[in-house]
């Protein structure tokens, strides 16, 4: 059974850093591409980066500049580094499969983002 698990969300003030982690078990993810996801309170969930298979990342505009995604296939991790947060950045953070790969969801981590 595949099983993703997120970590590192924590409450930081606006310009703040944090790294966020995603261990995928139950199947290797090589072969696939990873994203993460985010959903703010009253709001859907959002695709806020994506990885290839092959290592080419995406963001989505809000982001571009400020957060990095990547891949450690050996250790089956997908990580998320966030820097200059900001309030909007506030949300559950989750890791998933990307495009048409969709695992069962994890728990999330949260993000809090506040002065």
């Known amino acids: 059974q595949v099983q993703l698990v997120e970590s590192g969300g924590d409450l930081v003030q606006p310009g703040g850093s944090l790294r966020l982690s995603c261990v995928v078990s139950?199947?290797?993810?090589?072969?696939?591409?990873m994203g993460w996801y985010r959903q703010a309170p009253g709001k859907q969930r959002e695709a806020v980066a994506d990885i290839t298979a092959g290592g080419r990342a995406n963001y989505v505009d809000s982001v571009k500049g400020r957060f990095s995604i990547s891949r450690d296939n050996a250790k089956k991790t997908v990580s998320l580094q966030m820097n200059s947060l900001k309030a909007e950045d506030t949300a559950v953070y989750y890791c998933n499969g990307a495009g048409a790969v969709v695992f069962p969801w994890g728990q999330g981590t949260q993000v809090t983002v506040s002065s």
């Open positions: 139950g199947t290797g993810i090589s072969l696939y591409p």
